[in-house]
């Protein structure tokens, strides 16, 4: 079973590049690189490691198929993995997006920085989302959720002279504390009702009320990783007080995560032989938080004058339609989710990267300081341009095909009330354009400011990177749609 | 298979990034390469035209087989005769543009998104699905934004982008639900099998008025059409080559195109058309109303086409495909010509608004005689291409619908109005500039001359092409034949006396009566539909947004007490159901 092994080489690299830092300490400017390097050599390993292997697990049904059980079988506490096409799909998106955030990083930490947890960090954070996509039971879940989370705390934190990251990273961990004891009482709950610590015991939450309660607060629980509203709060802050490179990672990945562990959740349900019986409750709140997730996301953006803050609210409404899709608890509904998670991860990573071009304190990435950067330097422009254009679902972006399948798995569901939330999804998407098109009014059509210090190739060249992957997936979306069946 | 009706709209779309390099490498040549893409593109447009035979979907292979989607062309008479009407009027802005935009910056970008425009374009007229219809549909739109917002020192003209985009995605987001529910309901796209199961179990009743009702929506806002208009007119701040090939021509037409591609989902019920109706004959008059005040050139084409494009869906509204395809095509010729003469205006005089130009006409012959054929066509004077499709629609609603056609008729009379109120303003009188004027280069003056040609003669070779069957003029079209000319003399001697014979008494009469001022006041603020729509937008979503922005306190206590207390709750609820 590949999973540990990914596991294993992921882990024993974030131990690599301590001690790689501890071995270029006196090497300055080049200390980030090698660190860099040796890390993302690691995520390099792996990923080839996983597609050498990933054959007969894309080939299996989703579900059970290759459940695989660590150390003593008949303990209550042996460790049950599961890997599946969705486990597959959420590594391969997280590989691309932390990979790139490694390379990313090479040149955007100074000498002073800490590399080695920085880079560390990373590879810890990938090693959890792994663990937490082919986690098979609860418990094992927990723990990797839990590592994924405090991985995430202290990226945000790590540059401890930057104003406002200790603060926000205090702010993400008090909630998503809480979060996790919500989560914690949904296992349990929904434990009581089926008897197994098992994931495909959710299954059986629909029979009674005690059930879908567990379900919600399994929901509400990693919700707050999500940025469901409300429990959103700590997001617009983190977003914003994160250094580039963490904030590419952190808004690429992480919050999409927390909604990959909701779709841990639901996917029992969607491709159980039961369907949606005895669920109305659950999916009547799924559709409430969506409903509330993408309106408050965008009209919050709305507001905004604060790039990264506004990405972070665009990363709220992206929530909320994938809630949207969620509430239908069908496969096609979390083709539509994963499908996402993709493609809003590239564009919001490498959306990051453009904005921590120069985001040294809040004020260098609100709009006005912004203004004209990209008639300053055109390749800038075209990329700021491209992005919005990507964020706003324009073709040939792959967030496009994302929309489509979303509001796809909501008509094909068939009933009035989706009807009426796949409207709300399509409106919601034109009122983003509203926060969205005032980036490049004033960013790239802004009056030019000569003196602005300009964005290196390098800045440049990884975004770009992440927006050609986008473009890919827009030209061909059959060649990452075909990993989800 | 038909390989020309692929390449058509991928050499162009080919072509795209190769442009900056060109222009790298030889600036000069910017213009000239895009121009050869152009050629090459109606090369292809008229071989797919030749090479057709039968009616067909031609399918390459799977695009995205989860959705069931393959790539294909339809390659049926009206996408080749819409797609060589296109491939025409590209090729031709597009040398018009060598001179046009001679000595402008950012070429490279012009010329890219001008080919990115015209691929998609081409492509969205070949699709043989709705979701590769939407996919160019998209695109076409995102070029017009950016090519509204060129000159983007502007203010005026980046906000005039941005509006733009932002109606038609409110009309596109009626337009993909519909699309979709067409997928969820039959598991296709495809415009084959879609319009053979119109009518059937799958598609009918509410669910088909439905499917109508969202796609025309869309419809709606592509092509201008009232309350969705209030882009168009201020799309005019782009550069006018752009305002003649998409907001003129081709993009605008999108719409009234996809209601033809779609026409049998209308036509099975009576409720889409007579909204289809409605709205046109509402937009029309609209349009009309609007263009007779406006002393901006563009804008009073912008509304006159917005009025134009109106009476095509009038047209489908009446149960004729084959009408609004002609008006649609006319249209698109003689409008061209008029922003292309305007556009020659401009580049000498540098302004738009027409009381500061006049008596043009002795320094400037061939832009005049382009716009005098195109105010002509417009108003529908035999036997100029305006006249055999504009009397279609009226023999049509006479022999239906008489309301409908005294609507049209009516409008018909504004049409000749303010179209020769333009051209008295602009070409006749006294001159109020002071510079040297003289006519524009060869890059302007032959495609003036060529549309020029072409808005005479196109009737022939429209009447004699096999590809799609035009209405004829039927024999018993004396009455409306005559009505319409009488409208047409009457609108041009209106405005002969108003603005000619007797200029000094009109605008004293408007500047004495309160009243008309109000009026005149109303109609240059574009019946305050823009007043509105603001209005609604700062109050409604920005009351919203604030609101919505003040839950974030930013206060670790309050948000961790919301989520303390949902704990609280849920504790309290399982331990209720417990029990």
């Not at chain 1, 002073?112 to 590879?123: E, K, Q, R, V």
């Not at chain 2, 895009?34 to 447009?45: D, E, N, Q």
């Not at chain 2, 005769?81 to 491939?87: D, E």
């Not at chain 2, 934004?145 to 005039?160: G, P, T």
């Amino acid at each position: 079973m590949f999973v540990t092994g990914l596991m294993e080489v992921l882990f024993g690299g974030a131990m690599l590049a301590m001690l790689a830092d501890l071995v270029a300490r006196r090497r300055g400017r080049l200390r980030p690189a090698l660190v860099g390097a040796v890390a993302s050599a690691a995520v390099l390993v792996s990923f080839g490691l996983m597609v050498s292997q990933w054959a007969p697990v894309l080939g299996a049904p989703v579900g059970a198929a290759f459940t695989f059980v660590t150390r003593p079988a008949s303990s209550p506490l042996a460790s049950v993995y599961g890997a599946d096409r969705l486990s597959v799909f959420m590594m391969l998106s997280s590989m691309v997006v932390i990979g790139m955030v490694m390379v990313y990083s090479w040149k955007k930490l100074g000498p002073g920085d800490s590399a080695g947890p920085h880079f560390a960090l990373l590879l810890l954070l990938l090693c959890s989302i792994v663990g937490v996509s082919s986690a098979g039971d609860f418990v094992t879940f927990f723990l990797f959720w839990e590592a994924m989370s405090l991985a995430a705390y202290g990226l945000v934190a790590l540059k401890k002279d930057r104003p406002l990251a200790p603060e926000a990273a205090l702010k993400y961990f008090v909630m998503a504390g809480m979060g996790s004891l919500l989560a914690l009482l949904g296992m349990a709950l929904v434990y009581q009702v089926s008897g197994t610590v098992l994931l495909a015991g959710v299954s059986a939450a629909g029979g009674s009320r005690v059930g879908v309660l567990g379900l919600v607060l399994l929901v509400l629980g990693f919700g707050v990783e999500a940025a469901v509203v409300p429990l959103h709060t700590w997001l617009p802050d983190v977003y914003s007080a994160a250094p580039g490179p963490v904030a590419a990672g952190v808004g690429g990945i992480v919050t999409a995560t927390g909604v990959f562990a909701i779709v841990k959740v639901v996917q029992p349900l969607a491709y159980g032989s039961g369907g949606a019986q005895g669920l109305w409750g659950f999916q009547a709140a799924l559709v409430c938080l969506a409903l509330a997730t993408m309106l408050l996301g965008n009209l919050g953006g709305l507001a905004q004058g604060n790039l990264k803050r506004l990405l972070g609210y665009s990363s709220i409404a992206q929530t909320g339609y994938m809630l949207a899709a969620l509430s239908t608890l069908s496969p096609l509904g979390i083709v539509a989710v994963m499908f996402t998670i993709w493609n809003h991860g590239l564009l919001k990573s490498g959306f990051f990267m453009l904005a921590g071009v120069d985001d040294a304190t809040y004020e260098a990435t609100d709009l006005s300081s912004l203004e004209g950067a990209g008639r300053d330097d055109r390749r800038l422009g075209l990329a700021y341009a491209s992005s919005v254009l990507g964020m706003v679902g324009s073709p040939p972006f792959g967030l496009f095909w994302s929309e489509i399948f979303v509001v796809q798995a909501l008509l094909a569901a068939g009933s009035a009330v989706f009807f009426w939330l796949a409207v709300a999804v399509v409106l919601n998407v034109v009122l983003s354009i509203g926060y969205y098109f005032p980036v490049i009014n004033r960013v790239v059509f802004g009056a030019a400011r000569p003196g602005r210090p300009r964005a290196t190739s390098f800045e440049l060249a990884v975004p770009g990177a992440l927006l050609a992957l986008s473009l890919l997936t827009g030209l061909l979306p059959a060649l990452f749609v075909g990993l989800l069946g | 298979m038909n390989i020309s009706g692929w390449l058509v709209w991928l050499v162009p779309l080919v072509a795209v990034p190769v442009v900056p390099l060109v222009s790298r490498a030889w600036k000069k040549a910017t213009g000239w390469f895009a121009v050869g893409v152009g050629g090459l593109s109606l090369l292809f447009a008229l071989l797919a035209a030749l090479a057709y035979t039968a009616e067909g979907t031609e399918t390459y292979g799977v695009w995205l087989g989860y959705l069931n989607l393959p790539i294909e062309v339809s390659v049926d008479g009206l996408s080749v005769l819409v797609g060589v009407f296109v491939a025409f009027l590209s090729l031709l802005i597009l040398v018009y543009s060598l001179g046009y935009m001679r000595g402008e910056e950012g070429q490279a970008r012009y010329y890219s998104l001008v080919l990115l425009f015209v691929g998609s374009m081409l492509g969205l007229v070949m699709a043989g699905n709705l979701i590769q219809f939407y996919f160019f549909w998209e695109i076409v739109g995102l070029c017009s934004a950016f090519l509204i917002a060129f000159w983007s020192d502007r203010e005026k003209a980046r906000k005039a982008g941005l509006k733009a985009f932002a109606v038609t995605r409110i009309g596109d987001a009626a337009l993909i639900l519909g699309i979709i529910l067409i997928f969820a309901t039959l598991q296709t796209t495809s415009f084959t099998p879609v319009l053979a199961a119109v009518g059937g179990p799958n598609l009918s009743g509410s669910l088909l008025t439905a499917v109508g009702v969202l796609v025309f929506l869309g419809a709606m806002a592509k092509s201008a059409q009232v309350p969705f208009h209030v882009w168009l007119p201020d799309a005019m701040e782009g550069p006018t080559t752009v305002s003649a090939l998409i907001h003129a021509a081709t993009m605008v037409n999108a719409g009234v195109y996809l209601v033809i591609r779609m026409f049998p989902l209308f036509q099975a019920s009576s409720v889409l058309l007579e909204m289809v109706l409605f709205v046109g004959l509402l937009s029309s008059g609209v349009g009309a109303v609007c263009a007779f005040t406006s002393n901006d050139i563009k804008r009073i084409l912008a509304y006159s086409t917005i009025s134009q494009l109106g009476l095509m869906f009038a047209a489908l509204g009446l149960g004729s495909w084959a009408a609004a395809t002609y008006h649609m095509i006319s249209q698109g010729l003689f409008k061209a010509l008029a922003f292309l003469a305007a556009g020659s205006v401009i580049a000498q005089l540098e302004t738009r608004n027409i009381e500061e130009m006049g008596g043009l006409r002795k320094v400037m012959k061939v832009t005049y005689v382009g716009f005098l054929l195109s105010v002509l066509a417009m108003s529908g004077l035999p036997p100029l291409i305006g006249f055999w499709s504009k009397d279609a629609i009226v023999s049509i609603a006479f022999s239906g619908d008489l309301p409908a056609a005294a609507a049209i008729l009516a409008i018909s009379l504004m049409t000749a109005a303010y179209g020769f109120r333009a051209l008295i303003k602009v070409f006749h009188g006294k001159g109020a500039w002071k510079k040297q004027v003289h006519e524009s280069g060869p890059a302007m003056t032959v495609p003036i001359a060529v549309l020029s040609v072409s808005v005479v003669l196109a009737w022939l070779a429209l009447g004699g092409q096999g590809y799609v069957s035009l209405p004829q003029l039927p024999a018993e079209l004396t009455v409306s034949l005559a009505l319409s000319l009488g409208a047409l003399a009457l609108g041009a001697v209106v405005s002969y006396e108003a603005f000619s014979a007797r200029a000094e008494s009109t605008a004293g009469l408007v500047a004495r009566s309160a009243a008309l001022r109000s009026l005149r006041k109303a109609l240059l603020g574009g019946l305050g539909f823009d007043a509105l729509f603001g209005y609604l937008y700062d109050r409604g979503v920005g009351g919203a947004a604030r609101l919505a922005s003040s839950v974030q306190t930013g206060l670790l206590d309050t948000d961790s007490a919301l989520l303390l207390l949902v704990l609280v709750l849920a504790v309290v609820m399982a331990a209720a159901g417990a029990l």
